[in-house]
């Protein structure tokens, strides 16, 4: 009988901070007279957060975020100095990929159920030496204490299809980061989308698990009462200073001893934001305090910052706070570090790639959105097309008919490929925290992404509308002539999604990729060879034609279909050459045009076996070069805020 480990108590880190500064560059102006200024986020932030709840709040703009992502070691070292200790200890350079952290959105799979995306997070997050047994039964334990277990095999739910509540989506979020059993959880803005009592029983989960010694670090907007008395500790800034940290129950007792007292039965929170403001309404003035001239003010909330700052400094919690950074540091003074973004991984390549391939195919194939809409959208375009020029003849009007046909179909596989805009894009968010966090390398997200779009959105799609095309145009009927016309569809809509990757890996927005494309597409579709004549344009822009992508699919097209072909008798000008052209103008054109090689001539189109499989390499060879530039792309993208 095997015995399952059940996971232990645990057992939270303290996390000291000491003169933490953080500014940001920001560049102003156009061209070449842009300028950097620096503002300053955060200034001279030290205290201690202990196992236990520990709220960060204040008004928007204030830092929380900021401050968090410093904490947790998300944040970019450009412009941060001081230190943060774990257990008295530099923290580690992987301190990311130990602890937890729930973002503000929650990024929970939609197509998987609450217990796949639990199992997926073990599976890459628990080292490989841990059974499976272990592991499904950690996430059986964890459904439990989330109260998960009536959603348990539920799907989390998309914007295509409804799924489990918002206070389920989020526990399940927090379930993923809690599966490692981490010192630290670290939680931005929990309460963001959630309706009250939704957000108090999200509160009242965490709470119960900083009880039992966990250490939860989380930022908070502003929250009501019951859920502010959840609180162990509160740390409150404002304009990026600390105006108080300490336990949350004595911070309305500090503020009323130098002057500001709560009214009766009014929300702390909302007190600490009106006082903040420089609400003076809000905010009852203790008699024989200092009056605070507001009006007078010409920046009130500056005043009221370095007001409130200052009381705080010269508290007797800000003095208690420092003695005890000073015991941590045992009176040393800190040297910090060299910040780095060091990434550890607990599995191996093959078992990452394994997990992400399989959840990245199951939702594409259960994602109507995407998978579906394109099949459809391509059987329904074949039967258009294969209607139109149904039957096509074996005469002069079959030259233009099929290389009408040819051109369409390479051009439409181009602009087809738009749809791979979204691919990196969407779910962007999706693999900066999955990557940050250590559940994958970049290589195991990017193989997995371009193998499961060239299945489900490429192949089976360009296959089906190749066979309900093909035979009904009345194409050639060999059989190589098919599986020579479907691979080079195929691969004109390979190497079209590999260079919308390409130029969309970076970008924020899918309307910006799929304008640059559009352009793109539309400049190489002019040099595919049936628009202009290619050897009649000028050298100056001649070089064009070698980078579009229809022109290599539809010279191959071309000659797998027009080679071999005759469109007229054998006695009609059976000599005539495509140089009589020049010098007999009064030879018709269509009468010249009894063979395809003929064609395929006047266009410029080498049309040798070798011309074949030139244009193939091309595009193979393209799409390997845009491959490297989309990962390279992911490499050096900024992960960090």
């Known amino acids: 009988m095997t015995v399952v480990e059940i996971?232990?108590?645990p057992s939270g880190s303290t996390l000291s901070f000491h003169n933490i500064q953080y500014k940001v560059g920001l560049k102003s102006g156009v061209l070449c007279k842009r300028k950097t200024t620096h503002r300053q986020i955060l200034t001279d932030v030290n205290g201690i957060m202990r196992p236990g709840l520990n709220a960060i709040l204040g008004p928007t703009g204030s830092g929380k975020s900021s401050f968090l992502d410093i904490l947790a070691a998300r944040k970019d070292p450009a412009g941060l100095s001081g230190e943060v200790l774990v257990d008295g200890a530099p923290q580690p350079h992987n301190f990311k990929c130990l602890s937890g952290y729930v973002v503000q959105d929650d990024l929970v799979m939609g197509t998987q159920?609450?217990?796949?995306?639990?199992?997926?997070?073990a599976a890459l997050r628990l080292p490989s030496s841990v059974p499976q047994g272990e592991k499904e039964a950690r996430v059986n334990h964890l459904i439990k204490e989330l109260g998960l277990a009536k959603v348990a095999d539920s799907k989390v739910g998309s914007q295509m299809k409804r799924g489990i509540s918002g206070g389920e989506r989020k526990r399940t979020h927090i379930g993923m980061?809690?599966?490692?059993d981490p010192s630290v959880l670290f939680l931005d803005e929990p309460t963001t989308g959630l309706d009250a009592s939704t957000a108090n029983s999200v509160l009242l989960l965490l709470k119960k698990m900083a009880s039992h010694g966990r250490t939860i670090i989380m930022t908070i907007h502003q929250p009501r009462y019951s859920i502010y008395r959840l609180f162990d500790t509160l740390t409150l800034l404002v304009g990026g200073r600390m105006v108080y940290h300490g336990p949350a129950p004595n911070a309305l007792d500090y503020f009323s001893n130098i002057g500001y007292a709560c009214e009766p039965h009014n929300n702390p929170a909302d007190f600490f934001l009106d006082m903040i403001n420089g609400d003076a309404t809000a905010v009852t003035k203790m008699p024989g305090s200092e009056e605070l001239d507001i009006e007078e003010s010409s920046s009130p909330v500056k005043s009221v910052e370095e007001c409130l700052s200052e009381e705080y400094r010269n508290s007797s919690n800000y003095r208690d706070t420092q003695a005890e950074l000073e015991r941590i540091t045992n009176g040393k003074e800190l040297i910090?570090?060299?910040?780095?973004?060091?990434?550890t991984y607990n599995t191996s390549f093959v078992h990452q790639f394994r997990w992400v391939f399989r959840r990245t195919l199951w939702d594409l194939v259960l994602n109507p959105q995407t998978s579906v809409a394109q099949l459809i959208v391509n059987i329904i375009l074949a039967l258009i097309v294969g209607a139109t020029f149904f039957d096509i003849k074996v005469d002069h009007s079959g030259i233009q008919n099929r290389m009408g046909v040819l051109f369409f179909i390479s051009t439409y596989h181009c602009f087809g490929a738009l749809s791979a805009a979204e691919l990196f894009i969407t779910e962007r968010k999706f693999f900066m925290h999955e990557y940050i966090s250590g559940y994958y390398r970049v290589s195991v997200y990017f193989l997995t992404k371009i193998l499961a779009d060239i299945i489900i959105l490429r192949t089976v799609p360009t296959v089906i509308f190749c066979i309900i095309a093909y035979y009904m145009i009345g194409l050639k009927g060999t059989a190589s002539a098919f599986v020579t016309f479907t691979l080079t569809v195929a691969l004109v809509a390979y190497t079209a999604?590999?260079?919308?990757?390409?130029i969309s890996a970076d970008l924020n927005t899918v309307t910006l990729a799929n304008i640059l494309m559009t352009i793109v597409f539309a400049f190489m579709m002019i040099f595919s060879g049936l628009l202009v004549n290619l050897p009649t344009v000028e050298l100056w822009l001649a070089w064009a034609k070698y980078f579009s992508i229809p022109r290599y699919g539809l010279a191959a097209l071309s000659i797998n279909e027009f080679v071999g072909l005759k469109f007229c008798d054998d006695l009609v000008m059976p000599n005539t050459t495509m140089s009589d052209v020049s010098n007999n103008c009064n030879v018709s054109l269509a009468g010249l045009m009894c063979t395809g090689e003929q064609y395929l001539e006047y266009l410029g189109v080498e049309y040798t076996d070798w011309a074949l499989w030139k244009n193939h390499m091309a595009l193979i060879l393209m799409a390997v070069a845009y491959l490297?530039?989309?990962y390279l792309k992911l490499c050096f993208i900024k992960k960090f805020t």
């Open 177 to 180: 980061e809690l599966i490692m």
């Open 497 to 502: 999604t590999a260079m919308t990757m390409a």
């Open 336 to 343: 910090a570090p060299p910040r780095s973004h060091v990434i």
């Open 628 to 630: 490297a530039i989309a």
């Open 7 to 9: 996971p232990r108590q």
């Open 113 to 121: 159920t609450v217990r796949e995306n639990l199992l997926f997070s």
